[in-house]
């Protein structure tokens, strides 16, 4: 778990400020996730980056933005927060080839 | 397009009975299927994958997994459940002939195992 390291783990911000959620890994994976997670939906992909170059919208991408400034980190920015982005977000690493994804240890996000 | 879907919201077993966890699948080609695990306040863990074949895959834990084409099915299972099995459950799919695709989650089955 140690490999994926997401900042901050818990964060309350209001309706309308900016936020940023950092991820970094020492896995040297190319590809690297995005994910909120809510109870009873499960895990929904917000972004996904295949490498530097490569960023791609998940499923539920609207009210997000990423940014990968290295391989190594991936951040995600939410631009406007609204209170139905309160949620767990996850980030997560694969290597190219095998689909198995490590996962960081979560931030809590809360939009008042 | 691909999905998945885990029909129970709860599975409640016994310590030292057998359990199943249901996961069943749609894609257009062939799946690279998987699953996970969370514990909590934690991340997901990888448990097991079936990319190709022995229809039985074993994991971590003990755990197992049976994939079954014509039933469009991977359900997770394991001889004797013990207490600290319980946690929450992902399963998990992604087309197999483009690497392109993300994985796309099912909604997760909490299993409880009582002493």
């Known amino acids: 778990d140690a490999d994926v390291t997401q900042t901050p783990r818990n964060r309350i911000t209001k309706t309308g400020k900016r936020i940023m959620l950092e991820c970094s890994q020492t896995k040297g994976h190319d590809r690297m996730y995005w994910y909120r997670q809510d109870p009873g939906l499960g895990l929904q992909l917000i972004y996904y980056?295949?490498?530097?170059?490569?960023?791609n919208k998940g499923e539920i991408s609207d009210g997000y933005s990423v940014s990968r400034q290295a391989q190594a980190k991936f951040s995600l920015s939410l631009e406007s927060a609204i209170p139905n982005q309160t949620a767990l977000y996850f980030c997560?690493?694969?290597?190219?080839?095998?689909?198995?994804?490590?996962f960081g240890p979560g931030t809590r996000l809360t939009v008042l | 397009a691909q999905s998945v879907a885990q029909p129970e919201d709860q599975v409640n077993v016994a310590e030292g009975n057998p359990l199943t966890v249901k996961c069943t699948y749609s894609v257009s080609g062939n799946p690279y299927l998987f699953w996970y695990v969370q514990y909590p306040n934690r991340g997901l863990q990888f448990l097991l994958k079936?990319?190709?074949?022995?229809?039985l895959v074993k994991g971590s834990y003990g755990f197992e997994a049976e994939f079954n084409k014509s039933q469009t099915s991977f359900h997770l299972k394991k001889p004797s459940a013990l207490v600290s099995d319980s946690a929450l459950y992902f399963c998990?799919?992604?087309?197999?002939?483009?690497?392109?695709?993300?994985?796309?989650f099912g909604s997760g089955t909490r299993l409880q195992v009582q002493p």
């Open positions: 998990a799919v992604r087309e197999g002939d483009t690497g392109r695709r993300a994985l796309t």
């Open positions: 997560a690493t694969s290597e190219t080839g095998t689909d198995t994804q490590y």
């Open positions: 079936y990319i190709t074949g022995d229809n």
């Open positions: 980056s295949f490498d530097v170059k490569d960023i």
